[in-house]
């Protein structure tokens, strides 16, 4: 019988242990942290606040590097960002406030040198029109609600059509059914695209097959949304909360 090999994850993160430091102390965000992400997943680290599933999400993004273990993308180990993963940060002042709606996607794509002229401006249109603000492409952050800002970040992250996109509480400013909607487009769009999400609340994550519950910075259990639902677990306590 000839065996097939598994595929090889395209993000694998392996024993890391993720610090830093506060005016008071050091901190130590995760220890030991163990678990892969698979090309086009849909995955979800979920944990109460600090519990370190930002920081691992910004390690993964290339903006913290690990104490202990290593994180690789493609097999080659995370050293510093790129534009094959893209992060949308969880804080709503993440735009540049000189910029409008569409030169805040356009900013992404050309610095990158990604895309330029005509092809860029085309892509950066369609994905503001993906999030609903086709009619803020002329906007300015500073007239926009955080829940706009955050879809704006989105368009922008989505632009890049990335190979990954790290997206931390990335519905937070949403209500849910503009959430669920705006997640069903957003995976429509990039079906080939790994989507890593950090939340800290389990409403609404039936739409997602794989989710890492960690707590004090360690991963204390892992399934799907019913598995997890089904047995007595930090997963179900959270549910609760």
């Known amino acids: 019988m000839t065996l097939v090999a598994s595929p090889a994850p395209l993000l694998d993160v392996r024993g890391v242990t993720l610090q830093y430091k506060t005016r008071e102390r050091l901190v130590t965000a995760t220890y030991r942290v163990d678990f892969q992400v698979h090309r086009s997943d849909r995955f979800v680290l979920l ?46 002042d993440q735009l540049l406030p000189w910029k409008t709606v569409k030169q805040n996607v356009l900013f992404a794509l050309t610095a990158s040198g990604l895309l330029t002229g005509r092809a860029a401006e085309e892509r950066a249109c369609h994905y503001i029109e ?30 890049m059509e990335p190979t990954i996109l790290l997206m931390d509480e990335p519905f937070a400013a949403l209500d849910a059914k503009s959430a669920e909607e705006l997640w069903q487009h957003m995976t429509k769009e990039l079906p080939d695209t790994a989507f890593v999400l950090v939340s800290h609340h389990p409403s609404g994550l039936g739409l997602v097959p794989r989710i890492v519950v960690l707590k ?4 204390v259990e892992e399934g799907s949304p019913a598995h997890l639902a089904s047995i007595n677990s930090e997963y179900a306590r959270l549910c609760r909360s």
């Open 47 to 92: 944990g109460p606040s600090g519990c370190g599933k930002s920081t691992l999400l910004k390690a993964a993004g290339g903006y913290l590097a690990p104490v202990e273990g290593e994180m690789r993308l493609g097999g080659e180990v995370i050293r510093r960002p790129g534009p094959d993963r893209m992060m949308v940060f969880q804080e709503f």
């Open 130 to 159: 993906m999030v609903g603000l086709g009619t803020f492409a002329d906007a300015y952050p500073h007239t926009l609600s955080g829940g706009m800002k955050q879809r704006v970040a989105i368009a922008r992250g989505m632009a």
């Open 216 to 219: 004090d910075g360690a991963i």
